[in-house]
């Protein structure tokens, strides 16, 4: 569609339709086959009833005054912890992409220790330094309660807020420095700046990082179980049904309920986007801020307060890690990190390996998925969306329950994956497909058209397009979704623990499997080694990528 | 972009190469604790050494998920020490062959399955952990049973485990119900529920939440808190007055193994002299008549006699109303 310029010879027009249907196509398969199918299956369970199929399943579980409770509560939190994570996390994006003041670096490497913290370090975290015998309540010799709604807000912002960031960024980091300079000649005040050009502009991106924390909040049961105290919640009700009491059908049903509020919640962004007029011109100017006190010191302030609660709750656990016995014994001693039991270190270059596939794998597959989007037309690509930002929808324990389903069967040829480390790089990304979607789908926003256009009219292919107009430009989305996906996968369990054989194990099980032996020290060693692994691994790979622009920015003139 | 794809492919290509399977190999799930995993493994290893032995280890409730999941095409030979209420589940029942293990017709009928599915020469036992720093600081009595639990003073300084999310929750509930009666065991349940801080959903979550101060009293597991008093947090096992809520560790033949001859082999072993003496290390809860008391038994501070701190437990019965006892409890107790 975007070659109708007449001097394209009709075999490129032919081959770009046919690479448009391959960067679709591919992806498109992947989320058929490894997350409609398996979800399909689990619809399956949620309508069976003894030997036959029929919807009694459902009216038990919506008959149930537990249910309709967990329900409030979920919508009651996950409406809380989106406002907060998306208000924090645009505070954040903005001090990062559009403020001026030093020690970015120091904020952009904080803000998403959460995403490489095992979730055993961010429960015992705030315990240790919230609870009722942790260091602030001794400190101030006041009980704090922190089990309950207040500890589960705390937690699932911390957790959604790095997510935020990345998708807000995405957003923010490619606003047109033009427009802000004819601006400024018009003389519009800075609040005007900002509430008439950088609010609309990020607007696309804050509903999708609203989608994407209300989403996986009221999915996660990881920090309901830990905090939470008694505030149940959905999560905690599959949980109850099917690891308590083994019934597998009334999971399932929770399970698809939870599609509803995703599906409804993703449906009205859609409606508030299209509203919004997509107004992007070509050649644009990178904004580079100039230092404004008043906002760059308050911005900067509150995003170091920030950073320095998510460094507290790690710093603590990593701390605690060579403890003698926390909180009774405050020596110092390495004894916590001779770990024999659990398989040993053994798990973490399995992990690395399924790591670095799952973000190489998952990068290229969301890229490929973005770019072919844009070509096709709106009926064909929005049903594509909604699909490609429902995973998030699914808790991880049923994802991967959902998979022994599909890929423990004789009946298709999938059934090689299963026991295989491919089958958990693919669950680790398609966990995690959402967000990667939508930070690449926030970046292609900010693409112009007439930039593809223009590529086009001069007989460039989709296949040139792609690579020297597209990937240069979205670049640093894939950059953070590369990185986000590999983080995510060094320590996710919900999913994963469903799919570990005996012989083939990863981190997150290793650290669950210490801390049900009691040995919860050590569960948090290990977590500092796997922390540890990340950041070595982060760092090292940020550093190829800055030798890799170094060599090519000697090319071009900056 | 081709290459990266390229890559991409042969990379995960290389992830998909299973590890082949050897004729003899054996796949053995379990919900054992670590330690004493690696040490009936080893002997056992040893004593079967043409099969290799791969174990899986689950807590009990992820376990069973793993069953039910697993079901259209098991991959387990053998389900070895996993809770027997969970193991009289129908639906897993139907998965297991009746085998009669050598060495298991010792074992007295309540400690076996009438259809011959599953047999349990081990098992382990609940406990209140009791944080004796906190106790001292809160001027708390030390509890010595349910009914000193609902002492005000107690208020949200208990925790117990959810029932209709763990199995450790069950097991006390359903102690307190059969040693007291049905009638007066939810009065005492009634009764401490003001009390209690949190039900959690995880089993062994009361006793470590207890053992860092976060709370006085977890009604736990006994192992937990042997472990924890052995880490040397300031902790003391209870067993309430009037009997102590136990589960038996059960194991039973997979009937789609397709290695039948190592699941019995292996089965064999457990119950063999080998497997006892190693029993007698690790277990505080041993069913086999004639086993002397451990020395698990004896650091735990049991007496000789350990039935004198079980509560009476009917399995079959704590079995088959389990549902129904969970319903009840959800609909008095649920938050």
């Known amino acids: 569609m975007m070659n109708t310029a007449a001097s394209s010879p009709r075999r490129q027009f032919d081959a770009d339709r046919l690479l448009t249907l391959a960067c679709v196509g591919l992806p498109l398969l992947g989320l058929i086959l490894f997350f409609a199918y398996p979800m399909a299956i689990v619809f399956l369970r949620s309508i069976t009833v003894g030997d036959s199929y029929g919807i009694e399943n459902y009216t038990t579980v919506l008959g149930s005054s537990g249910f309709w409770r967990a329900t409030r509560h979920s919508l009651v939190m996950g409406g809380a912890t989106t406002a907060l994570s998306v208000f924090l996390g645009f505070i954040i994006a903005h ?18 220790l959460p995403l490489l913290a095992p979730s055993l370090v961010q429960a015992l975290g705030l315990i240790f330094l919230l609870g009722r015998n942790g260091v602030i309540s001794r400190a101030l010799g006041v009980e704090i309660e922190i089990y309950g709604f207040w500890g589960l807000l705390i937690a699932n912002t911390l957790y959604a807020l790095p997510q935020a960031v990345m998708i807000i960024g995405a957003a923010l980091v490619l606003l047109d420095a033009r427009t802000y300079e004819a601006a400024e000649v018009m003389g519009a005040q800075p609040w005007r700046q900002f509430r008439d050009l950088t609010l609309p502009a990020a607007r696309f991106g804050i509903l999708n990082a609203a989608f994407v924390c209300f989403t996986i909040t009221i999915t996660d049961f990881g920090n309901a179980a830990v905090i939470g105290g008694d505030y149940s919640v959905l999560a905690t009700e599959i949980y109850s049904q099917v690891v308590g009491q083994r019934n597998f059908n009334m999971g399932a049903v929770v399970g698809i309920m939870l599609l509803l509020p995703t599906v409804i919640s993703y449906a009205i962004e859609r409606q508030a986007i299209k509203r919004q007029q997509a107004a992007q011109t070509t050649g644009q100017v990178p904004f580079r801020p100039s230092f404004s006190p008043l906002r760059d010191i308050s911005m900067a302030f509150v995003s170091a307060l920030i950073c320095a609660g998510i460094v507290a709750v790690i710093a603590i656990v990593v701390y605690a890690s060579f403890v003698k016995l926390w909180p009774y014994n405050m020596g110092l001693s390495f004894k916590h990190y001779d770990i024999t039991l659990a398989g040993g270190y053994g798990s973490l270059w399995m992990t690395i390996v399924i790591s670095l596939a799952a973000a190489a794998g998952g990068t290229i597959a969301v890229f490929l998925l973005g770019l072919g ?3 096709l037309p709106q009926a064909l690509a929005q049903p594509i969306q909604i699909l490609a930002a429902m995973p998030a929808a699914v808790p991880g324990m049923v994802l991967g329950l959902a998979y022994i389903l599909t890929f423990n069967s004789t009946a298709t040829p999938l059934y090689l994956l299963y026991g295989t480390a491919a089958l958990i790089a693919i669950v680790n990304f398609y966990h995690y497909h959402t967000q990667g979607f939508l930070t690449v789908a926030t970046g292609f926003r900010q693409l112009p058209p007439a930039l593809e256009e223009a590529a086009g009219s001069l007989g460039a292919g989709l296949g040139r397009t792609a690579r020297d107009i597209v990937a240069p430009f979205i670049a640093p989305m894939l950059v953070s979704v590369f990185f986000f996906l590999f983080m995510r996968s060094m320590v996710t369990l919900s999913a994963v623990v469903f799919l570990t054989t005996p012989n083939l194990s990863v981190a997150a099980v290793t650290i669950m499997r210490l801390d049900d032996a009691g040995l919860t020290s050590q569960a948090a ?34 | 972009m081709k290459t990266w794809i390229q890559t991409a492919a042969v990379s995960m290509s290389a992830l998909c190469l299973a590890a082949p399977t050897l004729a003899d ?23 079967m050494p043409d099969t290799e032995i791969n174990v899986l280890r689950l807590s009990t409730g992820k376990l069973g998920a793993r069953l039910l999941a697993e079901a259209g095409n098991p991959q387990a030979d053998v389900i070895w020490g996993w809770a027997a209420s969970a193991m009289m589940d129908p639906q897993i029942l139907e998965m297991l062959e009746p085998y009669a293990a050598k060495g298991a017709d010792v074992l007295p009928d309540t400690f076996r399955g009438a259809d011959g599915k599953w047999f349990a020469p081990i098992g382990y036992m609940g406990a209140f952990c009791v944080n004796t720093a906190r106790l001292e600081e809160k001027g708390l009595p030390m509890p010595k049973s349910w009914a000193d639990l609902e002492n005000p003073a107690f208020k949200d300084e208990v925790l117990m485990p959810d029932p209709n999310s763990s199995g450790t929750g069950y097991l006390h509930v359903n102690a307190v119900l059969q040693s007291m009666g049905e009638e007066a065991g939810w009065a005492q349940l009634e009764a401490v529920d003001p009390n209690m ?22 009604i736990s597991l006994a192992f937990t808190a042997m472990q924890s008093i052995e880490e040397g947090y ?58 002397d008391a451990s020395e698990a038994a004896e650091k735990a501070g049991l007496p000789a006699d350990i039935s004198t701190v079980l509560a009476d437990v009917d399995f079959v019965k ?18």
């Open chain 1, 95 to 112: 001090a990062l992409y559009r403020c001026a003041f030093r020690g970015k670096w120091l904020i952009r490497a904080i803000i998403v």
């Open chain 1, 373 to 375: 989007l844009r070509r």
């Open chain 1, 525 to 558: 060693a290990f977590s500092t080694c796997v922390m540890a692994v990340v950041c070595t691994a982060v760092l090292f790979m940020k550093l190829i990528l800055l030798l890799m622009n170094r060599r090519s920015g000697s090319r071009e003139t900056n």
């Open chain 2, 25 to 47: 190999e054996l796949t053995v799930y379990t919900a054992l604790e670590e330690e004493e995993i690696a040490a009936y493994i080893e002997a056992a290893q040893a004593a």
């Open chain 2, 197 to 218: 801080a949190q039900y959690t959903s995880s089993g062994s979550k009361p006793c470590k939440s207890a053992r860092v101060g976060e709370y006085t009293v977890g």
């Open chain 2, 234 to 291: 300031p902790l003391a096992m209870v067993f309430p007055e009037g009997g102590v809520g136990y589960e038996l560790e059960a194991s039973g033949l997979m009937a789609s193994s397709d290695n039948m001859e190592g699941a019995k082999a292996f089965l064999d072993w457990t119950m063999s002299d080998e497997a006892i003496g190693l029993y007698q290390k690790y277990k505080a809860l041993i069913t086999i008549p004639g086993v």
């Open chain 2, 318 to 335: 704590a079995a088959t109303q389990q549902t129904a006892v969970k319903e009840q409890w959800k609909e008095k107790f649920g938050r």
